[in-house]
C-alpha cells in the first residue's frame, strides 16, 4: 500500500496572453502548491476499484485519477490494476487544482508502484494528455507556467505568507469562466517582467480571470468585498474560482457554508512527492 498526499495549488498571478484557435488560451502564471492537500491510497489489485469519502464525487472513468491510470496503463503497456481510495479536502469547483494534484498523484504512485518505469519529465509530458494543470505538480512546487501550462519552469521555493483559503457553497465552472472572458479587458502586465519584479519582492498579485468570474457568479465579489474589510491586505480569486485566497494577517467570518482553512505553501523535494511535516 502507498499513501501520499495530494496538494491543491494557487496561481500567485495569472495573465491570460490570448485565445488560440483550439479554443484554449495561452496563459502566463506563477503556481505554487499549498498545505491543503487530498490523501490517496493505492495498491495493485485483481481489478481497478476507485472510492471516495466524498460521495457527491464521480468515481467513474470521468475521474481524473481513472484518466491517470488508464493513461500510465496505455503509455507504460503495464497490465497491472489498482485500488485507489481518495480521502476528499480539497474543495472542488473551486480553482485549486484538486482533480488536477490527484492525477498527477496518481501518475507518480503507480510509476512507485510499478518500479519506476517512467522519469518525472515523461509523467509531466503525458499528464498534459488529460488536463493543463497537471504537469505543474512535477515541479517542485513553485514553477512559471505558460502556454496552455504545460510549459513549467521550476522556480526556488518562495519565503512562506499568511494565507486564507475561502470558498463558498457555490462552485464554479472552470469552461463557464474561461467563456466568460472578454479578451479586450485584460490586464496589460507583461508576464516576464512581471515575473521578475515579483521574485525580487515586488508582489503584485493579479488573476485576469476574476471578471469573469464574477459575472459568472455576482456574490463572489461581494465576499472579496467583505474579507477586504477583515484585515486582508489582498484578496485574490483562486484559478477559475470560485475559492478566493487571502494574503495578510485577516481573520474570515465564521459562517456555516463557508470553507476556511488557513494554508502555507509546500515543496517537494526532487525525489520525493510532496510531504507534509507530520509525514516527516
Ligand atoms: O485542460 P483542462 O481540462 O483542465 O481545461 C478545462 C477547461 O478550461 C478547458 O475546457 C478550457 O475551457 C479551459 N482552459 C483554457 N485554457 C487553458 C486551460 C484551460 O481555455 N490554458
Redesign the pocket.
Known sequence: MLTLCSPAKINLFLK?VD??PD?????ASLFQTISLFDTLHFEINAHDQLSCSDPTIPTDHTNLVFKALNLFRNKTQIKSCFKIHLEKKIPHQAGLGG??GNAATTLWALNQLCGKPASTSQLAEWS?E?????PFFFSNGTAYCT???EHVRSLKAMPQENIWIIKPKEGLS??????G?NLSKLSKHVPDEHLESFLSGQKHYFNDLETAAFSVLPSLECLQKELLTCGFHTVLLAG?GSGLICFGNGHPPIRQGLFCREVAFLNRTNDQWYLLKDEG
Open positions: 491570460i485565445r488560440r479554443g484554449y488560451h495561452n496563459l482533480g488536477s498534459f488529460i488536463g493543463s494543470d497537471i502556454g496552455r501550462g472552470t469552461p463557464a469562466v474561461y467563456r472572458l477559475s
